[in-house]
């Protein structure tokens, strides 16, 4: 599986921003997705994962009310929508399929190289 994140940029605090991942090679409608980010000098986070058919959505503390992830089994494709951006919010972002069909923060087998988000203050 590859997989292809894109829609990252530079916006201002209070902005939104939509993150696609594109996954090819075969099919990930059974595959959890989730998406992860990693600032400068910090570790890789979760941000948000979504089961394969969408009934479980999981999002970290951080980013609740303001990321809603989403999937398009037909199209192979995961999105993650972003409102209110903070500064906080600037890290290089990396979706991810995991081994299993549910799945929150772990689990995950297959990366792809980030987009770069950065939020100005």
């Known amino acids: 599986v590859q997989l292809q994140a894109s829609g990252g940029g530079l916006v201002q605090a209070g902005d939104s921003l939509r993150l696609s991942c594109a996954a090819s090679g075969r099919t990930v409608s059974n595959n959890a997705m989730g998406w992860f980010r990693q600032a400068p000098g910090k570790e890789r986070e979760f941000v948000a994962s979504i089961s394969w058919n969408g009934g479980n959505i999981y999002y970290a503390d951080s980013v609740k009310g303001r990321f809603t992830i989403s999937r398009d089994n037909a199209r192979n494709t995961v999105t993650l929508q972003m409102n209110s951006l903070k500064f906080d919010d600037t890290a290089v972002y990396y979706c991810?399929?995991?081994?299993?069909?549910?799945?929150?923060?772990?689990?995950?087998?297959?990366w792809g190289r980030g987009t770069l988000v950065t939020v100005s203050s």
């Open positions: 991810a399929a995991a081994l299993r069909s549910v799945a929150q923060s772990d689990g995950y087998r297959y």
